[in-house]
């Protein structure tokens, strides 16, 4: 292995955190909360990359979309998945505390495929709407995810706060279902993609309702106008009879403005020629294209990537 000097070192280790075996950079990636999409894809995308780039090693990390942004901007990992609704708002610093100031170290990689905000609850629960949880157990995750904070926009627009209902909090999705299944709590609300395997967990042992947001699209658009409105199609989840349509936003990639041209370069060139075993893990990664890769989201695009579309005859900024 080719041995680098001590002056090239230490400028490799403010790029990428640390240093491994001698010529070896590390990067740290934050992924998500463990039953989500996020961790194997993170898994798939490591073994991808260290083929693609050489001597490169990734360490994977737990995260969450606006904890990744901001370990990104503090210097804590290199890499990570984020969403596209909450990365804007911190590369504008237009977003809620903690994305209200701007965080100008962060840079688009791919976009990769949409989310889903879902909202369950037991069939039998006689809830139909968000304004039904009021009094009572509303699971969701811990502040720093993303869809925690889609979870007080959703409350917001039905006229509540989390000084309403029953909150629970976790980093795990898996805990959540637990205590919808043992009837801690009576909602449980996540963004990830579909079908999700938490929920499948949860269909597996009572008969579950997911909740139709369309009425609140409008409202939540005002909040943030990158939400859209999206379907979770028919047989979906067990006895789902009929779509549902819920608010959706996209997963991408993010990494630091400072990590090497060549280096975001040959990640992104790896992710298309691997779709398939990304689609293995999540479905919709087969519909991948360059084109969804370099969707303008208002973040600025590392150079690498940029340099990586314009190949493929896509200018991005």
Request: aromatic letters at 8%; a positive charge; charged letters at 20%.
């Amino acid at each position: 292995m080719r041995r680098i000097g001590c002056t090239a070192a230490a400028a490799l280790a403010a790029l990428f955190g640390f240093m491994g075996a001698v010529g070896a950079a590390e990067v740290r990636m934050m992924t998500g909360p463990q039953a989500g999409f996020w961790v194997p894809l993170g898994g798939q995308l490591k073994d991808i990359w260290e083929k693609a780039v050489p001597d490169l090693k990734v360490q994977s990390l737990p995260g969450a979309g606006i904890a990744n942004v901001r370990g990104i901007e503090e210097g804590k990992a290199e890499v990570g998945f984020g969403n596209t609704i909450t990365t804007a708002d911190a590369a504008a610093g237009t977003g809620e505390a903690p994305l209200d100031k701007k965080h100008g170290k962060v840079c688009n990689v791919a976009t990769l495929y949409p989310q889903y905000f879902q909202v369950v609850v037991p069939a039998d629960s006689g809830i139909t709407t968000i304004k039904d949880i009021k009094g009572k157990g509303f699971a969701t995750q811990v502040k720093g995810n993303t869809g925690e904070l889609i979870a007080r926009h959703v409350l917001r627009v039905s006229g509540m706060t989390y000084n309403d209902v029953r909150a629970s909090f976790t980093n795990s999705y898996t805990d959540s279902v637990e205590q919808v299944k043992d009837n801690r709590m009576h909602m449980f609300a996540l963004g990830t993609g579909i079908p999700a395997s938490s929920l499948m967990d949860l269909a597996s042992a009572r008969d579950i309702r997911l909740l139709d947001l369309s009425a609140i699209y409008e409202d939540m658009r005002k909040i943030n106008p990158a939400y859209k409105l999206v379907t979770v199609p028919k047989g979906t989840y067990p006895k789902q009879d009929k779509d549902v349509q819920v608010i959706g936003y996209y997963t991408h990639l993010v990494a630091a403005c400072t990590l090497p041209e060549d280096t975001v370069y040959k990640m992104t060139a790896a992710i298309m020629p691997n779709k398939n075993g990304l689609a293995a893990v999540y479905r919709d990664m087969a519909k991948l294209t360059p084109q969804i890769m370099a969707q303008e989201i208002g973040v600025p695009f590392h150079a690498g990537a940029a340099k990586w579309y314009k190949e493929q005859g896509i200018a991005v900024k």
